[in-house]
Every structure is written in C-alpha cells, then in structure tokens.
C-alpha cells in the first residue's frame, strides 16, 4: 500500500517541482535507512528499473536503481523522473475527440490503433499508477480516458501476440515456446495495475437512480448516491458497439488473470499473488452475467487457450508459472452453461502443476525474453504450494460435480485428475467428494462417478502404500465401503490384488474381515453362490497374508479360514513354521487361546508350549503380564492328563526365574489330579501328582532355588522400610520349602546361612530372629 501511496502523492499531474525536489529528497533519505522495509516483505528481489522502461525515455535515477534490493519507496523514487509533459499522453487525457484516421504506422509501439483510437504504451503498472494518480487527485474523467486507451492497448498486444505465436507455430512447429515476456504479474503487483483499471470502469458504470444521463461528474455527485448498481452506459467514444465501461472493466480484469506470470520470490509476495487474485475474482463474481459479457468471456476464453506464452493457459507453460486453477474455476463456472465444451476445456488445461513434475520445460535459449537465467529452479520456495495445491484440489472437485452422469466428461477428468494431482490427502478427498456426489440420496447412485471415486480411492491405496499416513487406516475402510458401494466385483477385485494395495495386516483385519462381515453380505444381499465365491477369496488373502507377515495376520487368517477344513489347517501349519523363528510369545499365546476356545486343546497346548519357549521371567518380574498366560497354560496343560504336565513343567522352569509364579503353579498342580476333566469331560479318577517324583519335584526345587536366589538379590540393596514385605516374603518361602519331606531342614539351614552372611544387618536379622527362630 505504501508503494501505491507514494507513487500517487509524486504522480500528482500539477505537482510543482520544488516540491517533487524535497518529496524525492525525503523518499530518499527514507530509503537508505537500514530498518527501510522491502517492497515485497523480507525477500529482496533484484529487478531492474521497470518503472521508467517508458517511451518518453526519461533519465532513471541511477543511484536507486543500483541498490540491491527494492525497497517500499523504491518505485516513488524511480516515478520521480516521470512527467505529464508528453503531448501525446496530455491529448489521451483532455479530450474524448482525440484520433488520427490517416495515422498507418502499424508498429508495436504506434500512437493510435488502425481504427485511429489513441494507444498509450508504458510499463503497464506505471501507466495505471498514472491513473490512480488522475483518480486520487480530483481528475476523474481524465483517469478513465487514459485508463480506456490502456486497456485498448492491452487488447491490441495481446491480438499481435496471438497473430505472432501463431506465425511461429507455423514456423517452428516442433518447438516448445515455453518464453514469459512478463517477469512481473501485474495481478499481485505493488501498484495493483489490474485492479486500478477495472475500479476505475466501474466508478464510470456505477450510477444513480436520478442521473442515467451518462458519466455523471464526480465533484458534484460523490457523496449523494443512494442505490449503487452498475449499468452497461451508452458508449465512450473509444468503444466498440456495444461495448461498455463495464464489458471493458470485466475484459480487462480478465485478461489480466490470464496473464502467464512468474511466481514471486518470497513467502509476502506469494500470499500477494493469491490474495490479489482472490480479490479481483470475488468482485467479478458480484457482476451478473448477460449475453454481452459472457461473448467476452468466451473471447477471452479461446484467447487464452492459444495464445502460447503471454496465457497461463497457454499450451505450453514455464514450470514457474503462477498456476491458474482459481481462475480457471472462476472460468468454468460462469461459461458452464453457454459453453460447456470451451469451460472444460479451460478447467482441464488448468489443471497441470508443472512445478511438481521433473521433466517440466524449462526456459527457451533461443529467444530474447527466454527466462532460464532469471529464474533459478526454486521448488520447494513454493511457500503457498500447499494453497495452490488445494485450490487445484477445488478445481477438479468443481468439474467433477459438474460431470455427474457424463461418462465421457468424467472419464476425462478422472485422467486429468490422476496425471496432474500428485498429493494422497488430495486424490482421497476427490474420491470422497465423488463418492458423496454419486450416492446423493435423492436419487440411484451414479455408477459411473462411482467407479470414478473407487479408481481414485485405488491410486490414494497405492501412493501410500509404502509411505506412513495417519490416515491411513481411516482411508483404507472408506476404500471397502466404496467398493461395496460399486458391488460384489469390485470387492473380489480388491481382495486378488491386495498385495498392490494393502499391507497384509490391512488386508486381513480390515479388508477381508469387513468384506466377510454380515453386514456386508446384507448390504450386496449375495446368494449363496456368490458368498461362497468371496469368502473363497477372502481364505486366499488369508493365506497369502499369513505367510507374508505371520506375527501379524496368522490370528485373523485362522478366524477367516475357520469354515473351510483344508485353509484352517494350513493356516494352523503356517503359525507352526513361523513359531519357532518370527513370532514373539505374546502372539502365540493369543492363537493358542483362540485355539482353545474354538475346541482345539491340542493344538492350543502345542502353541503354548511353543509361546514358553520364547518366554524368559526373572526373579523381580512378579507383575509381568506375561504371568496369566504361563498360568493358562499349565491349567491346560494340567487338564490334558500327566503327560502334558510333565511335558511343559521342564520349559516353566527354565522360562521362569521368579518364585512367586513357580509357587503358584506349584500349588495348582497339588490340588488336582491331572486330567481330571479329560478331552470329552469324562473324570479321571486318578491320585493326586507326587511332590517326591518327576514332574512335580523338578518344579519344587526350582521354586525353592528361586526363593533362595531372590532372597540374595533383595538383601543386596534393601532399606529398613521394606524390612516388613521382606519377612512377609520369607514366611510365603517357608510355605513352598514345607512341602518338600525335608523342608522343615532346609528352610532352618537356608535362615542360619542368612543370619551368618548378614549379620552386619543387624535390626533385619532382628526380626528374621523373631520370626523364624
């Protein structure tokens, strides 16, 4: 804004030039102070001096030009040298007469057009600034005379672009123009040129309810209108029929949107860029539409398409190129229902992000405008690429919902989609939008649009298959309730090719596990034949997965194959082979419960015998978690009969250090015979276990030889607050020593070699003395 100002106050036409002398005076001492901020935030572009690129050749101040960063004063200092003098600018201004019929000079930079209208060529935003300036400083008329021969201008260069790219097309059809004659945008420019012309047209069509005469004049009427609304008025003398202050406020804002541009250095100046356009785009969105302006747009419209480099929607675009998606969805909304086939047209060619793509052209060498050298590479100084990302995002949804019951149309946006969007999060939220698009309730879901949002649903599964996402999971269950949307095909497709989509665990315990659910089944309402062939599918994946990743899919494959003899039992092979290598005990010991509970005892006891063996508890490790499975698995080892027992007592004992579990065990097995409710709930009647004999002695002396070692362990660093839990300790001792025929000897020899070795622990020996004797 300050940039704006300032060129405002210097541009005053009747300015005396004493006091332009202390304005430029002030401006520069202002500029050399080092706290002076930048013109386009905290990044400092090195442009040259674009301000007095003019016609009237103007001497540049040098000393400002040359320093190396553009300041917020820098281009009121540089419009300090511009003057009103020129003949030719003072007629544009003070007349609406002024032509020349008999002027033939066709050139780039003639002062009037073949129709005779005056031209005016300078750096377009210094020319507007020359506007605002008119507008600022009480010359209305003046400023919309001058902004008329501007945008007259515009519309001539930008024809003898297009007649030029197309001669070049004819001469060098092979080649790939990729050349941006603009290294400033004038949309997001400090001066807002784009912005100045078209508020300065509309001040023109902004009327009264009292005075339709015409251009009203400012002075008298500024501050009494009453109903504002904007009004195509007769025409300017420099219009052509039908034309309007208004056809031309919304052409020129228009071509200005299409205009190929660089994307700035510079987090400020890319917020710039967005907002700018956002701004100019919501006050278009204000103006209705009638038959005059949507032939504009239209005009525009194919313009832009074939104008090569000087169009953001030129065919073949610099990858630096500020990308047109916010536009273009603009665009497409408001040709939709004139023209469809030009709006997609328009959205499609939008929808590329040449910046993410490696083999993007870059600049032209050949040409004089050829932009390689000014713009370095600069991915991933994109700052705003997450915005611009999701306005593509927008774009694609727009069409999208558009397309709905089109099948041509949507087939083609889908490949846009899936060639020009290279985010998941994105692709994932265009397949939900066209799932929610195609199952509206008021109608039968659109199949096409379906597929659609299932194919993009697939891309998302396989862009993030080997990429963390915390989404993950969430986006894997939409992809099956999409695929049941589409029916029971897509669903046995998924599952053949999981191994493309899913990890394995995703693929058992969600994918298949869903697909098998009841509700699933209802939702499809399959016939038997049809159940048959997908669960058939569904023991496949099983299978497949449970090799792949035995830890982590052999539970849900047995729980898949249970209706199928032959897949359970391969799956119950498969958790064998990978028991003794890739699994951890606690997995083991889940599968072997499961077994159990699916009436399996066997097998249960085969892979708790597998689960001890990985198992390792010491002697401090009496709340370990692990504790309840050791026990289950001796109670079911212990229901099966003696043989068992004593099978699984030797792997208990070198598994667990800790004295407290062994004595618990110890007690269960004292209690009951072994097998005493046998495979088929038939009571042995057999005698209790002997302490004395194998098993049950092996796992006596290792309870007590866990009780001595851990003894020794907790006197080693004890303190006298945990003196009391300690007795309470040796009492639980003594217990598990009594029920050997010599405990009563032990235990009295285990309490002597105590107090001998401990003596120095007087007040604890103490106590173990009152207790123990």
Known sequence: IGCALWMCIVLNPHCKLEQKASWLKQLKKWNSVDVCPWEDGNHGSELPNLTNALPQGANANQDSSNRPHRTVFTRAIEACDLHWQDSHLQHIISSDLYTN?????????????????????????????????????????????LAIAIVNTLRRQQQKQLEMFRTQKKELPHKSITSITNLEGWVGHPLDPVGTLFSSLMEACRIDDENLSGFSDFTENMGQCKSLEYQHLPAHKFLEEGESYLTLAVEVALIGLGQQRIMPDGLYTQEKVCRNEEQLISKLQEIELDDTLVKIFRKQAVFLLEAGPYSGLGEIIHRESVPMHTFAKYLFTSLLPHDAELAYKIALRAMRLLVLESTAPSGDLTRPHHIASVVP??????????????QQCELASTMLTAAKGDVRRLETVLESIQKNIHSSSHIFKLAQDAFKIATLMDSLPDITLLKVSLELGLQVMRMTLSTLNWRRREMVRWLVTCATEVGVYALDSIMQTWFTLFTPTEA??????????????????????????????????????????????????????EKDHIAFETAYQIVLDAATTGMSYTQLFTIARYMEHRGYPMRAYKLATLAMTHLNLSYNQDTHPAINDV???CALSHSLGKNELAAIIPLVVKSVKCATVLSDILRRCTLTTPGMVGLHGRRNSGKLMSLDKAPLRQLLDATIGAYINTTHSRLTHISPRHYSEFIEFLSKARETFLMAHDGHIQFTQFIDNLKQIYKGKKKLMMLVRERFG
């Open 508 to 561: 058992t315990s969600i994918v298949a596990t869903t697909v098998m659910s009841n509700s699933t089944i209802v939702r499809l309402h399959l016939d038997c034949h049809q159940q048959e062939k997908l669960a058939s599918s569904a023991r496949t994946l099983a299978l497949q997965c449970a090799m792949k990743d035995p830890q982590n899919c052999a539970l849900s494959a047995l729980t898949l194959c």
């Open 377 to 390: 590479n600069r991915y991933p100084r994109w700052f705003t690429l997450s915005h611009i990302e999701s």
């Open 101 to 145: 019929y008999c002027y033939h000079d066709d050139t780039e930079n003639s002062l009037f057009d073949s129709r005779g209208w005056p031209l005016w060529h300078e750096h377009v935003p210094t020319a507007c600034a020359r506007v605002d300036a008119l507008r600022s400083h009480g010359y209305p008329r003046e400023a919309l005379r």
């Open 631 to 633: 026990l289950w698995a």
